[in-house]
């Protein structure tokens, strides 16, 4: 599979797609859900993570909130990878996004569409914004593990 690096309209468009028609957008009220709420001092992001895990898959979730089109776009993107995979998958692809943001050498096959924030690197404001969905999840999982130990 080719890198969307090397398409740069296809990357605009999933990113702008992604803006205008969010997915996985929901409000949750069930206590079987962990939710996290992220906020930004330096944007107007402010987003709320809802995950259900069961044995270990995650098996629903949703996020809704306001923000800017990087951070609402990554955190739809991350929404639709997510869903049915394992936390150990998701925390791989968690992983992922985070090299390829910090610059580093990443896996484009493992990150899809999400690969579409390659280029956000290039304005270090715009990788709170694009980060900001994924460490909301990092949070959701720490808790989540916290809570298996105690």
Known sequence: MS???EHPE???QIVTDNY???RGVKTVDDPSFLTVH???ASCIDDIYIQIRIEDGEIAEAYWHGSGC????ASTSIMIQII???TVEEAEAVMAEFGRMLDGKPYDADLLGEAEAFANVNRQ???ITC????WRGLDRIFKEAAKEDRE
Request: proline share 8%.
């Open 124 to 126: 270090p404001a715009r």
């Open 69 to 72: 089109a990087i951070s609402m």
């Open 3 to 5: 890198s969307l690096t």
């Open 130 to 133: 694009a980060n900001i969905g």
């Open 38 to 40: 992220m906020d930004s």
């Open 83 to 85: 869903k049915g995979k």
């Open 20 to 22: 205008q028609y969010p």
């Open 10 to 12: 296809i990357m605009k």
